[in-house]
């Protein structure tokens, strides 16, 4: 069974859609992440949320929303995409219980194309 | 701030050699982990190694291993008798008391047969 799994893997639409990347953890760790990944293959954290509360909210623009239903899952949903989204986005999990037993187990990426 | 360095865009070795991959970072914390990920071109994001900064001895996963220079603020690392599978992008990472993970920019290593 697959750990941390993200769908959809390959994403193409066109500008100005709104579209939504879903991401769920089998793992029962407490925090959920999302990166996105450039072209030039630098990770930049996006969002952080533990138990289904945001921690981490870099400088992102609000056309991305996270959000956790459940602390299992953290979906994103991009408004009035633009060319500048298209990237590889992860997901990613983590147990919260202290630095000791931090280590964050990633999904396959989702790879968005805007046209 | 915390910045995590990777000096090496790309490294290329033969099949079987070893190759030491560097990583430094910067930081004011004491306790804090580091990490080394492995993106291969599935571009799965892979566990390599770990390594506890209060921990003296060097981390060790089968053909990998790291040499941890606390005070000189190193972590690099070695694969031992390369693989074809070795093949991917490599990334180190340092996590600070956020839970945040730093990233470096990557290094590209390619195992030629």
């Known amino acids: 069974d697959t750990a941390v799994s993200q769908t959809p893997k390959y994403l193409v639409t066109q500008m100005g859609n709104d579209k939504s990347i879903k991401c769920e953890q089998n793992l029962g760790h407490d925090t959920m992440y999302w990166y996105k990944q450039d072209s030039k293959k630098f990770l930049k954290i996006m969002f952080s949320?533990?138990?289904?509360?945001?921690?981490i909210n870099e400088t992102v623009p609000n056309r991305f929303s996270p959000k956790s239903p459940d602390k299992a899952h953290l979906n994103l949903h991009i408004n009035s995409l633009e060319l500048g989204d298209s990237a590889v986005y992860f997901c990613?999990?983590?147990?919260?219980?202290?630095?000791?037993?931090?280590?964050?187990?990633f999904g396959a990426g989702t790879r968005l194309s805007v046209l | 701030a915390q910045t995590v360095t990777q000096s090496q865009p790309e490294m290329s070795v033969q099949e079987a050699e070893t190759v030491t991959l560097s990583c430094t970072y910067d930081?004011?914390?004491?306790?804090?982990?580091l990490f080394w990920y492995k993106q291969p071109p599935s571009r799965q994001m892979i566990l390599v190694i770990r390594?506890?900064?209060?921990k003296q001895q060097n981390a060790t996963e089968n053909r990998f291993s790291v040499n941890f220079q606390k005070a000189a603020k190193s972590f690099s690392l070695k694969i031992s008798d390369s693989q074809l599978g070795d093949t991917a992008m490599y990334f180190c990472?340092?996590?600070?008391?956020?839970?945040?993970?730093?990233w470096g920019a990557g290094t590209k290593l390619i195992i030629k047969p």
């Open positions: 990613a999990s983590s147990p919260q219980a202290g630095l000791a037993k931090n280590i964050q187990y």
């Open positions: 930081t004011s914390e004491s306790n804090y982990y």
């Open positions: 949320y533990n138990n289904k509360e945001l921690i």
């Open positions: 390594q506890e900064a209060y």
């Open positions: 990472a340092f996590l600070d008391s956020n839970y945040q993970l730093i």
